[in-house]
Each structure stands twice: as C-alpha cells, then as structure tokens.
C-alpha cells in the first residue's frame, strides 16, 4: 500500500524559511511524480510544485517560484521542498501527492493524483 508521510511544517516568522519532506513507501516502481499542494481555510487545494522521479523535472507555480525550491531522493524515496522569504500568505496544510507512472508533464491539478499524505500545518506570522 502506497504511503505518504509529510513533515517538516511549524510556525514561523515571515521571511523565515522551512524544509517539509514527503516520505514515501509501499512501492518498487521508479517512475513517479509528487507533487505539493496546500489548502488554505476556505479555499481550493492548489499546486505548488511537482517533480518526476525519473529525470528531475520540477513545476513550480509562479506564487512560488524564486522561494521554494524542490528536489528528490530516488534512494529514500523522499520530496523535499525548501521553503525560503516565506509570507503570510503561505500559512496552509501542506499536502504531497503522487501519481504512478510520472506523466510526460507534470500536472498540479489535485485529481491527476492518487495517493496523498494527511498533511502538515504550515503558518507564517507577520
């Protein structure tokens, strides 16, 4: 059974910066893609960034793009996204997703994906 264990979130000062990590398990395959998400209150759950596990290849939405800063390790089977100059308007739960095999371009929209995490909670104050 596929899992995703994401961690990493807190609260923290803007401008500060954070590293969620996105553990996954429970499969051999090694084309896959994970992508971030978050879900503010009231609000859509919106991609934020995807990687593909068998070339790199990285998407960023443009809300992010220039602070955050996504990268895998095939070997632990572990997503990291960097959280730099984060802003109020960052404060969300922070989901991973992953679909099986990694699509030739890498999609954000939240039904596209498969598994998902429970989420960690990241909030920023001013």
């Known amino acids: 059974e596929v899992q995703l264990v994401e961690s990493g979130g807190g609260l923290v000062q803007a401008g500060e910066s954070l590293i969620l990590s996105c553990a996954a398990s429970?499969?051999?395959?090694?084309?896959?893609?994970i992508g971030w998400f978050r879900q503010a209150p009231g609000k859509q759950r919106e991609g934020i960034s995807g990687i593909r596990s068998v070339d790199g290849s990285t998407y960023y939405d443009v809300s992010v793009k220039g602070r955050f800063t996504i990268s895998i390790d095939n070997a632990k089977k572990t997503v990291y996204l960097r959280m730099n100059s984060l802003k109020p308007e960052d404060t969300a739960i922070y989901f991973c997703g992953a679909v099986f095999p990694s699509p030739s371009r890498l999609s954000m929209l939240p039904w596209d994906y498969d598994y998902w995490g429970q989420g960690t909670q990241v909030t920023v104050s001013t």
């Open positions: 429970g499969f051999t395959l090694n084309d896959y893609a």
